[in-house]
């Protein structure tokens, strides 16, 4: 048998892990090879730079991301994705075939109203 | 070559449906089997009366579920899943698996401690 109270409690510690609209984005565009803040910030629309900032530093502490400072003239910042950052692959790519399914439904509904 | 930006509005819209933290858990409910509105806030430890009568609202109107009511004494009603419901099967189980996953994690990581 199932044991639902358990599945419950996995299920919900994932998306208090998740938890808020940008920690999924943010995982999906630094392991799509985004390295540097103002790369990640140009790649989703929306995000505020506080927001991100603060993603970023939750995610550092959370060893979603790896933080680089280059000693560099102007110091060069880059994040990299941990293996657990990449652990999130799979949901990622279920909740991006479900949207793509999702806005056909949409779309297929609307072409079939009069 | 991968599109990014159609893949993050498909993610952006899923989290976008989902939307909050009781969603997955009133869905996977649901799917689960249960069927009447106590029957379903005793199975989610901490949601409150309100929120759940909220979600199933929602969730009648975005079709995820159908609400039928007998005409008995006392009134039943039962709520059940639609097609559309249960295609949240994927990303809730991959959502099960990594939480599941992290807190093997977690508690590894404080057994290791010294």
């Given amino acids: 048998m199932r044991n639902h109270a358990e599945e419950l409690r ?3 510690d994932t998306l208090y892990f998740i938890g808020g609209k940008w920690r999924l984005p943010v995982i999906n565009a630094i ?3 985004h390295r540097r803040f103002r ?6 629309p ?9 993603e ?12 680089t400072v280059y000693a560099d003239t102007p110091v060069l910042v880059e994040y990299a994705p941990t293996a ?12 991006i075939r479900w949207g793509r399914q999702h806005r056909k439904t949409i779309l297929k509904g609307r072409a079939d109203k009069p």
């Fill in 39 to 44: 790369e990640i910030e140009r790649s989703i």
């Fill in 10 to 12: 996995a299920l919900q």
């Fill in 31 to 33: 392991c799509n090879g």
């Fill in 84 to 95: 657990y950052c990449r652990s999130f692959g799979t949901i990622i790519q279920e909740m």
């Fill in 46 to 54: 929306g995000i505020t730079t506080r927001m991100l900032s603060k």
């Fill in 56 to 67: 970023l530093k939750e995610m550092e502490m959370n060893n979603l991301v790896t933080r």
